[in-house]
Protein backbone atom coordinates (compact mmCIF):
# COMPACT_ATOMS: atom_id res chain seq x y z
CA UNK A 1 0.00 0.00 0.00
CA UNK A 2 1.05 3.63 -0.74
CA UNK A 3 2.05 6.03 1.99
CA UNK A 4 -0.10 8.53 0.40
CA UNK A 5 -3.34 6.01 0.42
CA UNK A 6 -2.26 5.33 4.60
CA UNK A 7 -2.04 8.86 4.91
CA UNK A 8 -5.23 9.60 3.13
CA UNK A 9 -7.62 6.82 4.45
CA UNK A 10 -6.13 5.79 7.89
CA UNK A 11 -7.71 6.71 10.73
CA UNK A 12 -10.69 7.27 8.20
CA UNK A 13 -13.64 8.99 8.91
CA UNK A 14 -16.73 7.58 9.99
CA UNK A 15 -18.66 8.09 7.12
CA UNK A 16 -15.91 6.58 4.78
CA UNK A 17 -15.84 3.79 7.27
CA UNK A 18 -19.00 2.73 6.54
CA UNK A 19 -19.31 3.16 2.85
CA UNK A 20 -16.37 0.40 2.31
CA UNK A 21 -17.57 -1.64 4.98
CA UNK A 22 -20.92 -1.89 3.48
CA UNK A 23 -19.12 -2.21 -0.16
CA UNK A 24 -17.77 -6.08 1.17
CA UNK A 25 -20.58 -6.76 -1.06
CA UNK A 26 -21.97 -4.84 -4.32
CA UNK A 27 -23.75 -2.25 -3.63
CA UNK A 28 -25.54 0.71 -5.29
CA UNK A 29 -24.73 4.40 -3.30
CA UNK A 30 -28.86 4.32 -1.97
CA UNK A 31 -28.23 0.85 -0.65
CA UNK A 32 -25.20 2.16 1.26
CA UNK A 33 -26.88 4.90 2.74
CA UNK A 34 -29.75 2.65 3.81
CA UNK A 35 -27.75 0.00 5.32
CA UNK A 36 -25.55 2.37 7.20
CA UNK A 37 -28.61 3.98 8.55
CA UNK A 38 -29.83 0.73 10.02
CA UNK A 39 -26.87 -0.01 11.33
CA UNK A 40 -26.19 2.58 13.32
CA UNK A 41 -29.80 3.36 14.35
CA UNK A 42 -30.20 6.15 12.61
CA UNK A 43 -27.39 7.69 14.26
CA UNK A 44 -25.15 8.41 11.13
CA UNK A 45 -26.98 9.74 7.96
CA UNK A 46 -25.37 9.95 4.78
CA UNK A 47 -26.14 13.09 2.85
CA UNK A 48 -26.31 12.43 -1.16
CA UNK A 49 -23.26 14.80 -1.93
CA UNK A 50 -21.14 13.45 0.58
CA UNK A 51 -21.91 9.83 -0.63
CA UNK A 52 -21.46 10.61 -4.15
CA UNK A 53 -18.09 12.30 -3.46
CA UNK A 54 -16.58 9.60 -1.26
CA UNK A 55 -17.34 6.97 -4.29
CA UNK A 56 -15.81 8.84 -6.61
CA UNK A 57 -12.80 9.74 -4.34
CA UNK A 58 -12.20 6.36 -3.54
CA UNK A 59 -12.74 4.59 -7.14
CA UNK A 60 -9.88 7.09 -7.90
CA UNK A 61 -7.82 5.97 -5.68
CA UNK A 62 -8.77 2.68 -6.56
CA UNK A 63 -10.61 1.60 -3.24
CA UNK A 64 -13.38 0.50 -4.88
CA UNK A 65 -14.55 -0.22 -8.59
CA UNK A 66 -17.72 0.30 -10.75
CA UNK A 67 -18.92 -3.38 -11.31
CA UNK A 68 -22.18 -3.33 -12.88
CA UNK A 69 -25.92 -1.39 -12.85
CA UNK A 70 -28.88 -2.06 -11.23
CA UNK A 71 -32.16 -0.12 -11.76
CA UNK A 72 -29.89 2.16 -13.60
CA UNK A 73 -27.88 2.88 -10.24
CA UNK A 74 -24.31 1.94 -9.82
CA UNK A 75 -22.68 -0.82 -7.95
CA UNK A 76 -19.36 -0.80 -6.38
CA UNK A 77 -17.72 -3.39 -4.66
CA UNK A 78 -14.07 -3.01 -2.57
CA UNK A 79 -11.16 -3.86 -4.17
CA UNK A 80 -8.17 -5.72 -2.33
CA UNK A 81 -6.61 -2.05 -2.03
CA UNK A 82 -9.36 -1.03 -0.08
CA UNK A 83 -10.01 -4.16 1.92
CA UNK A 84 -6.40 -3.68 3.18
CA UNK A 85 -7.56 -0.42 3.64
CA UNK A 86 -10.27 -1.55 5.50
CA UNK A 87 -8.55 -4.46 7.64
CA UNK A 88 -6.32 -1.29 9.04
CA UNK A 89 -8.56 0.80 9.81
CA UNK A 90 -10.44 -2.02 12.19
CA UNK A 91 -7.53 -2.98 13.46
CA UNK A 92 -7.00 0.57 14.91
CA UNK A 93 -10.45 0.75 16.09
CA UNK A 94 -10.34 -3.01 17.63
CA UNK A 95 -6.77 -1.13 19.40
CA UNK A 96 -9.07 1.69 20.64
CA UNK A 97 -11.57 -0.13 22.10
CA UNK A 98 -8.87 -2.51 23.97
CA UNK A 99 -7.15 0.43 25.25
CA UNK A 100 -10.31 2.32 26.49
CA UNK A 101 -10.68 -0.96 28.55
CA UNK A 102 -7.63 -0.85 30.41
CA UNK A 103 -7.66 0.40 34.11
CA UNK A 104 -5.32 3.56 34.23
Known sequence: MEDKIRRIYVPMTETGFYILFC???PQHGYGIGLR???MTEGALTISPG???G???KMEKDGL???V???NKRKLYEIT???KEVLDLEILRIE??????????
Open 23 to 25: LQK
Open 36 to 38: VKA
Open 50 to 52: TMY
Open 54 to 56: TLA
Open 64 to 66: ICF
Open 68 to 70: GEE
Open 80 to 82: PLG
Open 95 to 104: RLYRNSREEI
